[in-house]
């Protein structure tokens, strides 16, 4: 199952301004946050991504999306009912198809050559069912993703078949439910951002989204969890990092990770020494 | 193959729970020593937990119980000192290895069997100990709080629903209410948590979750369990329990973890086990605002309260489990470990606040049972122990699980009317009294691993009542429910632990029998052991009668026996229903007005005696000040004291003999070994001829010492040691009065003559000394019978800084388990600030003023036999009087032999003291060469730690006093003591007195208040003891070895179950005619 729609969320009344922010690229290249996650979608080979968007940001998204603009569909959630809400915004656009979901929040580094978009792509393409990209977190970030509970896939290292998935568990919760052999002590999987969906999750979605009330938020957790329990549902550890460009210095760390993984690496790295070198100590923090 | 062995490592059931001792039964010295070789190789190589555990046990039995016997009696051994150390120290490996080397240096003897004893018996318990502590370290969802180090790290978030403000600005009150558990049966202690993993199948529990209310208090039973917890705008914790009365705020990581600092222990437990200061980070040196930063907020704390209701200490309700099992949750619910803030729990859910709690318990330093947080369970639920299967962190190392499992029964399985029927019929009191269960925990787990034959057929009895219990309540039969819980009690229980029953709960069972007849269906005990929390069953008809008529016998018969037994608090009889929810929890909306009225009570008296606080005054006024007057207090000499103490002139320090005194084991021809001597013997012969025509001439009395109040057998609670019930001998509980005087009837009885017996008492023993021999007419003793009450009196003060540390800092400690060993260090620091604040060498006075006194050492008591007339009386009875036998009341097996008085008079003695061969226990000096001459040296006084350890021969302190040399040594003659020129024989004894050293001592001394809640305070007396006479040398002492049999001293509750096994006790019963 090879999708060729991606759906990205960025309706967060707060945080809708992220993606709109100013990088470089890793090849020297002034863009936004936006423009960079569309660079990975399109250079992927997915052929057309729609934008969740919070209301009166389509102009801003249409700047920010740079040359890709023309090819993109903004879809408006009215107001903040959640992120699995979001995405059944873009059931229309997906259609009956599959989709890759993303966030706008998050940028992702790859280490190999292939993006990491690609590399999900890539397991997509040998499973008929979804499949989330995951990374290993220490317990003590748990409070910020949905968590992973699985078996590893016999001979596939990076590949785990999903059984539960709870949104920021305890680690009291994590240690019970969600304990993958083989990694280290106090980590667990959580979602990296970035998933292969098929229909089915729309048609979930559609069902919880017309029991909620007016007001309700619905999270995408209770769907992946569905979807755990009731078919071949897979995640990836992709050879790869994710920053989250909303917390403290994310965006540096992007920014810097960026920069490190380009021909201009001996340049920041010297000039990353200078500042360094030259540097008033501050408090330091305990 | 060794036999021993066999039994441990068989894998056929009937082998492997054969009876360890019915085959040592069958084994000559030499196969013993070769076993115990076999033993301790196995329990070196053992992979198996278990198998190595009972190996240790065995190996204690074999040189507790088994060897002993078999040794030659002068084949004492020395226990090397190095060995003690390594004791103190906890490392008892390197103990056994000590003592081995010395058993293979000496041979095998009694005093290395003791120590050895002592040290497998630790190990095995510290082996026991390590494993629950690392199981219940890995249970899962307790791992990651110890790898939490760094409040960066933390990962917990408060609910935000606790940090809305409401309309008038407060936040909302998260309140966990939680009902206490009673137990139908333990299966006889099952629930122990070693025992639960060694043999899950025999693990089983039939717990009841109740509310409770306190009859003619409460309107109506409610879960008497609350927890509250608040956010506060404040980067702090506020801890206050409402019943002990006491608040802290905690601003700080390190005053979270010193847990005996103040009466919060339990609060702080909960904090750190439901990870909210996880115990990860104990020592990080990070910031308590830091953490709550990261959990909470900024600027932002929390307030957490606890209430139970004014549910007493001791119910066995397990109160205190289920309270902290309370706080946890709160705190879980509050921070997402559960998944839902309010309403009941679910079953994973109440699970992990199992784990938790018994996480809590271990890092407070308590220990329960598994089935302790049954409060957090609904209803009435059967809880089994587990066997460990693959996946658990036990697999491979005990048969069973750490944690239990639950099994709620419906109402398809024990029907409404069952539960109705229950609370009908049931009367559930709390007797009053307050023990100490854990050395009876220890006695279970001790029998059950070396499968005591009767112990194991009690345990197989139990596990098959259980059933029958149950089947009782499905058929909601609760007469029969009441003969089976008697049954338990009468049969498996007591066959296993006599000491699980006293003389206060056979009477009221007795009282209650005679007063309901067929109406009284039965008894139940609660808990660990009886006399605290119980249940008696009746028609139901008759229950609010039975409910006026329990409260009625259990105040009488306390008030008959409370200076007996230890009682915390007046008995009060409960009202209970039965909890269909377990622990659950609601909002209570608008801030203050939530929160109990008593928690607003508390805050404002709090805030008032913050305004008032000064160190106590100290005066002496009131009944105290007629106490002393009336008990003959020294004023004078209490000033000395006091000034000596605060120059520094008598400390502990200076109770020790100079360095420079040389102290050395005394000779052979120092003693007199009697184990020399048979019968046949013309020397042995001869003396018990001349000892029976004494005897027959009526020129023998006994005096018992019985002024104190047995502080290591109440734990300092106050009452007379001489009086209390200690264990049943032939079929009923005898006193330690009524043994003695047993004793005395036999030997009268023998010489065809009376004995008169006079029983030393104190300021503290005299009345009830007096009227409790009036209430039992003496137990119709033939001969004279003579109380003499004391003469002397003193004040304790409050100790020194210096005295306190020289205490527990210079003196040999016996080091504790990890957490027990931090909340001794955290109290004692406490009780240096209360030392301090209190004023040192002030008079101690905020107590009971009978608390307040003290004995002044056992050195006055045959001179106040002389200042109060008593001895004058016996004279003028028998003139011919010749003879004293002196002796401790806790040394049962003393008594008139007349081979020992004729070899007494013999010898010519003016005093001659019974030693016994040193055991480890036997601690606190003995007979030693000091600068070359023998003389009993006290403990107190030995000049290092090790000095002790070189004398062979502890001194029994029985002691046969030849009455006209000791008169002479006074000054006196027997025509003095007839005048009674009350003058002169003041000056003479103070005169003997003044030669004597003075002996500063701490002692603890228990203080009570609240519902049945105790402090315990180390406090500064003074004594002159007996022994010192030897250092006289015109005192004339002679030193006779006697069988340990007759010198040994029963000190310690802990004591009696080895006392009833190790012959002693057939050996005191020998000697006893009752009448």
């Known amino acids: 199952m090879i999708p060729n729609k991606a759906v990205v969320t960025a309706a967060s009344p707060t945080e809708h301004h992220l993606p709109l922010q100013t990088l470089v690229d890793s090849e020297g290249l002034a863009k936004t946050a936006l423009e960079i996650i569309l660079d990975d979608i399109f250079a992927a080979g997915l052929e057309s991504v729609a934008i969740v968007i919070h209301p009166g940001t389509r102009e801003a998204y249409l700047d920010a999306a740079g040359s890709h603009a023309e090819r993109l569909t903004l879809i408006e959630q009215k107001g903040p009912r959640g992120y699995g809400h979001a995405v059944w915004c873009a059931r229309e656009f997906t259609g009956g ?54 078996t590893r896939v016999p001979a596939s290292p990076s590949i785990f078949e999903v059984n539960t998935v709870i949104e920021k568990p ?117 | 193959m060794s036999k021993l062995l066999n039994i441990i490592t068989s894998g056929d059931p009937s082998v492997r729970n054969a009876a360890f001792a019915s085959v040592c039964d069958g084994l000559t010295l030499e196969e013993l020593l070769e076993e115990s070789e076999a033993l301790d190789q196995f ?117 935000p629903e606790l940090l809305e403000r409401a309309h008038d600005g407060t936040r909302a009150v998260l309140r966990e209410q939680t009902p206490v558990r009673m137990d139908l049966s333990h299966s006889g202690w099952s629930d122990i948590f070693f025992l639960g993993m060694d043999f899950p199948e025999g693990a089983r529990v039939l717990n ?47 005053e979270v973890f010193d847990f005996a600092k103040d009466y919060l222990g339990l609060l702080k437990a909960a904090v750190i086990a439901a990870g909210i200061v996880p115990p990860g980070i104990e020592g990080s040196g990070q910031k308590l605002e830091s953490l709550l930063e990261r959990v909470v907020g900024p600027g932002k704390g929390l307030e957490l309260i606890s209430s139970v209701n004014g549910i007493p200490k001791g119910s066995r309700l397990a109160v205190s489990t289920n309270l902290l099992a309370a706080l946890i949750g709160v705190l879980m619910r509050a921070t997402g470990q559960t998944s839902s803030l309010t309403g009941p729990l679910q079953e994973n859910e109440r699970r992990l ?118 089947a009782t309540m499905v058929a909601g039969d609760i007469k029969a429910l009441g003969r089976a819980t008697t049954q338990n009690f009468r049969g498996p229980i007591q066959s296993i632990i006599p000491w699980a029953t006293n003389l206060f709960t056979e009477t009221l069972i007795e009282e209650a029998e005679s007063a309901f007849g067929e109406d009284f269906w039965g008894f139940w005990m609660l808990g660990g052991m009886s006399g605290g929390g119980m249940g008696f069953i009746f028609a139901p008809e008759r229950k609010a009668e039975a409910q006026q008529a329990m409260q009625r016998i259990m105040s009488e018969a306390k008030k008959k026996l409370q200076h007996a037994l230890p009682f915390a608090m007046e008995p009060v009889v409960y009202d209970f229903a039965i909890n269909a929810e377990g622990t659950s929890a609601q909002f209570l909306g608008e801030g203050g007005s939530a929160l109990p009225e008593a928690y607003s009570r508390l805050t404002a008296e709090l805030k008032q005696s913050a305004q008032n606080e000064e160190a106590p005054s100290g005066e002496v006024s009131g009944s105290l000040r007629r106490l002393l007057d009336e008990h003959g207090f020294d004023e004078e000499l209490h000033e000395s004291i006091r000034a000596d103490l605060l120059a520094g002139t008598i400390s502990l320090a200076g109770n020790r003999l100079p360095a420079t005194a040389t102290v050395e084991d005394v000779d052979q021809e120092d003693v007199l070994d009697l184990s020399s001597l048979s019968a046949g013997d013309s020397r042995f012969d001869r003396a018990r001829a001349k000892g029976e025509a004494a005897i027959a001439a009526g020129e023998v009395a006994v005096v018992s010492l019985a002024a104190g109040a047995g502080s290591r057998w109440t734990g300092g609670a106050g009452t007379c040691k001489a009086l209390n019930p200690f264990a049943p001998l032939d079929g009923c509980y005898r006193t330690f009065i009524e043994t003695h005087l047993a004793k005395s009837r036999q030997v009268a009885a023998q010489g065809g003559t009376d004995l008169p017996h006079v029983f030393t008492t104190s300021y503290l023993t005299t009345q009830p000394t007096n009227d409790f021999l009036a209430s039992v007419g003496n137990y119709g003793y033939e001969g004279p019978l003579l109380v003499s009450p004391g003469r002397s009196v003193g004040l304790r003060m409050i100790p020194t800084e210096r005295d306190l540390r020289f205490a527990w800092e210079e003196m040999p400690q016996q080091l504790l388990d990890e957490q027990q060993q931090k909340m001794r260090d955290s109290a004692r620091s406490a009780l240096i600030g209360w030392a301090k604040s209190a004023r040192e060498g002030a008079d101690y006075t905020d107590n009971l003023p009978l608390q307040c006194l003290h004995p002044v050492g056992h050195f006055y008591e045959i001179p106040n036999l002389i200042l109060n007339g008593t001895l004058r009386n016996l004279l003028q009875e028998r003139p011919q009087l010749k003879t004293l036998l002196l002796h401790n009341i806790d040394t049962l097996g003393a008594n008139v032999d007349s081979t020992i008085l004729g070899l007494h008079r013999d010898a010519g003695h003016g005093l001659t003291f019974e030693m016994i061969t040193r055991r480890l226990e036997d601690r606190g000096g003995g007979l030693a060469r000091v600068d070359g001459h023998p003389r009993l040296v006290e403990g107190l006084a030995m000049p290092n730690d090790e000095a002790e350890f070189e004398i062979s021969y502890y001194n029994s302190m029985t002691t046969w006093i030849d009455l006209d040399q000791f008169l002479q040594l006074a000054g006196l003659t027997r025509e003095d003591i007839l005048a009674h020129d009350e003058g002169k024989l003041a000056g003479a004894l103070r005169s003997l007195a003044d030669r004597l050293p003075t002996y500063l001592t701490i002692k603890d001394v228990k203080k009570r208040w609240g519902h049945g809640q105790e402090d315990v305070f180390p ?40 006392w009833l096994t190790d012959g002693s006790a057939a050996y005191v019963r020998g000697l006893c005619d009752w009448g």
Request: glycine content about 10%.
């Open chain 2, 43 to 159: 329990r070196r190589e053992a992979d198996n937990l278990y198998e190595r555990v009972r190996a240790l046990f065995f190996l204690y039995a074999i040189h507790r119980f088994h060897l002993p016997s078999k040794l030659s009696v002068d084949r004492i051994g020395r226990i090397p000192f190095e060995g003690h150390e390594h004791l103190l120290n906890r490392r008892f490996t390197e103990a056994i290895d000590t003592f081995l080397a010395a058993v293979s240096q000496q041979g095998a003897g009694d005093s290395l069997s003791s120590a050895l004893a002592s040290a497998y018996h630790e190990l095995a318990f510290q082996t026991l100990a390590n494993q629950v502590r690392k199981s219940v370290r890995a249970v899962r969802g307790n791992q990651w709080m110890f790898r939490m180090g760094h409040p960066a790290d933390h990962p917990l978030r408060l609910a």
């Open chain 2, 208 to 254: 009841v979750s109740v509310d409770l209310g306190v009859n003619g208090r409460d309107a109506e039973p409610k879960p008497p369990i609350e927890a509250y917890l608040r956010v506060i705008d404040e980067p702090v914790l506020i801890l206050t329990s409402v019943d002990l009365k006491a608040s802290a705020r905690i601003d700080s990581l390190g």
């Open chain 1, 170 to 286: 305890t680690p009291t919760l994590a240690e019970q439910e969600l304990i993958i052999p083989g990694l280290r002590a106090g980590n667990y999987l959580c979602f990296f951002g970035m998933h292969s969906l098929t229909s089915a999750v729309m048609e979930h979605l559609d069902t919880l989204v017309s029991k909620m009330g007016e007001s309700g938020v619905l999270g995408l957790t209770p769907t992946l969890a569905h979807l755990a329990k009731s078919e071949k549902y897979l995640a990836t550890e992709l050879a790869g990092q994710r920053f989250n460009i909303g917390e403290r210095y994310g965006l540096l760390k992007a920014q810097l990770s960026l920069a490190l993984a380009g021909p201009h690496r001996d340049e920041v790295l010297t000039d990353l020494i200078e500042i360094t070198a030259h540097s008033r100590p501050g408090c330091q923090s305990s």
């Open chain 2, 1019 to 1058: 406090v500064t007396q003074f004594e002159k003891l007996w022994g010192d006479l030897t250092i006289l040398p015109e005192a004339n002492c002679g030193f006779f070895v006697v069988p340990r049999l007759r010198g040994q001293q029963l000190k310690d509750p802990a004591q009696l179950d080895g």
């Open chain 2, 353 to 470: 606040v199992l784990a938790r709690a018994i996480l809590g318990e271990w890092i407070g330093g308590s220990g329960g049972g598994w089935q302790d947080s049954g409060g957090v369970w609904p209803g009435i639920k059967l809880i089994s122990g587990q066997a460990a299967s693959e996946g658990d962190p036990e697999m491979g190392i005990s048969r069973g699980c750490l944690m239990p499992t639950h099994h709620v029964f419906g109402e398809d399985e024990i029907p409404a009317s069952s539960r109705q029927a229950l609370q009908e019929s049931l009367v559930l009191v709390h007797g009053g009294m307050a023990q100490n269960v854990g050395p009876i925990l220890e006695m279970v787990t001790e029998k059950y691993l070396l499968r005591s034959e009767a112990e194991w057929k009690g345990r197989t009895e139990a596990l098959a009542l259980l059933d029958e219990l149950i």
């Open chain 1, 97 to 150: 198809d599959p989709f890759v979901l993303l966030v706008s929040d998050h940028l992702y580094l790859s280490c190999e050559e292939s993006s990491c978009v690609r590399q999900l792509l890539a397991l997509a393409a040998s499973h008929d069912g979804c499949v989330s990209a995951v990374n290993p977190t220490h317990e003590s970030k748990l409070h910020l993703y949905g968590t992973i509970g699985a």
